[in-house]
């Protein structure tokens, strides 16, 4: 069975750097576009950085300039750095990846099951 297993999440201080990683565990006939998503307590989910095939990025305004998402296809992983972190940051980060298992399967979407990102003195 397919799944995405994140890690790198914790405790950080203010304008500290955390990287998270997201990788694909089991077989994969494709990977489309991957994500990441975070969800502060009583907010909905949003979405942080997107990252295409092609290597197209796309950030929510709100962390541009400090955060990098990037994808390696040879280890079917994504990552996230972030730097400068502020306390609005605050918040379980979810991967999100785009898949196909096996050739003539309908695509679909995958996530992770979330890593907690505290930024905090």
């Known amino acids: 069975q397919v799944q995405l297993v994140e890690s790198g999440g914790g405790l950080v201080q203010p304008g500290g750097s955390l990287r998270l990683s997201c990788v694909a565990s089991?077989?994969?006939?494709?990977?489309?576009?991957m994500g990441w998503y975070r969800q502060a307590p009583g907010k909905q989910r949003e979405l942080v950085a997107g990252i295409t095939t092609h290597n197209r990025t796309t950030y929510a305004d709100s962390v541009k300039g400090r955060f990098t998402i990037s994808r390696d296809n040879a280890k079917n992983t994504v990552y996230l750095q972030m730097n400068s972190l502020k306390p609005e940051d605050t918040a379980v980060y979810y991967c999100k990846f785009g898949v196909r298992v096996t050739f003539g399967s309908v695509p679909y979407e995958l996530w992770g099951q979330g890593t907690q990102v505290t930024v905090s003195s």
């Open positions: 089991g077989r994969l006939f494709s990977i489309y576009a």
